[in-house]
């Protein structure tokens, strides 16, 4: 049984219809990715896998029908959205931002503890960045702490949108390696991205999304040698 199962959601903004009849499905320990252009719709997508906006259809977490249960509930359950700003507390110290991440843990201070030295071990630039306020880490450092701080909650499923927006190719690069070696403490993750390839390279299973519908999906392996993507998401197959 999916973990996630997204079954013809439709999302409206007034008369304006973002995500049209769309289904997909993360199965546990999956990497799954959603990649498409500007405006097709991932964003809307993913907030209302949230709970977050409304939407028709169904959303279903381990065969459990979700879609009436609100964001907090969902959070609840291990659903964890890191959205595309970011949203850091910037007045706040790197470590305050990681403990804020476990606010809704009910494991005891050992545990979450145990979560710290895990997010330093995959993040060894928070560790020695503890004390220094979210806002004057750089563009990479910050994603980092995003990603920390999402773990800090034991989440089983991490939904990442454009996790290398503003980024560097290099540190992109990084941020890829460390969410594909998010696997081994078997969280599941749903990633929106327009950095095609990269999420490819990264994922086990995709979709392609444009103006509001999914029009092709697959193993993310088969999918990167695909010559209908290659020319027009994969940048011609260079990388
Ligand atoms: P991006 O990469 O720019 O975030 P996206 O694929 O995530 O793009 P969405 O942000 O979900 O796409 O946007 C899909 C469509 O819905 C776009 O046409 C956008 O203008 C519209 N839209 C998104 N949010 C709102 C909103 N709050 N109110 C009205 N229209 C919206």
């Known amino acids: 049984m999916a973990l996630l199962s ?9 008369k304006a219809e973002a995500v049209r009849h769309v289904s997909l499905k993360v199965e546990r320990g999956q990497i799954v990715t959603v990649i498409g252009p500007n405006g097709a719709g991932k964003t809307s997508l993913l907030t209302t896998a949230i709970g977050m906006i409304p939407s028709t259809g169904v959303i279903k977490c381990d065969g459990q ?3 009436r249960l609100d964001t907090e509930s969902r959070v609840e359950m291990g659903f964890c959205l890191v959205p595309e700003r970011r949203e850091l507390f ?21 545990a979450i503890q145990q979560s710290m030295d895990e997010v330093f071990a995959r ?5 020695e ?3 220094q306020h979210a806002g004057t880490l750089s563009g990479g450092e910050r994603q980092m702490l995003a990603l920390g701080r999402a773990l800090m909650a034991k989440p ?4 990442l949108d454009e996790p290398s927006l503003g980024l560097a190719p290099l540190i992109t690069r990084e941020i890829f390696r460390i969410i594909a070696s998010l696997r081994e403490l078997g969280v ?7 950095n095609a ?3 490819l390279e990264t994922a086990d299973f995709g979709y392609v999304m444009e103006v509001g519908e999914i029009v092709h999906s697959g193993p993310a392996a088969t999918l990167i040698d695909d010559p209908r993507l290659i020319s027009t998401y994969l940048g011609g197959g260079a990388d």
């Not at 910037?90 to 050992?110: I, Q």
């Open 6 to 14: 997204i079954e013809d959601v439709c999302v409206s903004y007034g």
């Open 197 to 199: 390839r990269a999420a």
């Open 156 to 159: 089983k499923l991490l939904m």
């Open 123 to 127: 993040f060894p630039r928070l560790k």
């Open 90 to 110: 910037a007045e706040m110290s790197v470590h305050d931002n990681l403990r804020l991440g476990a606010y809704s843990r009910r494991d005891g201070k050992a």
């Open 65 to 67: 029908d979700i879609t």
């Open 129 to 131: 960045r503890l004390s």
């Open 188 to 194: 599941s993750i749903l990633l929106i991205e327009q």
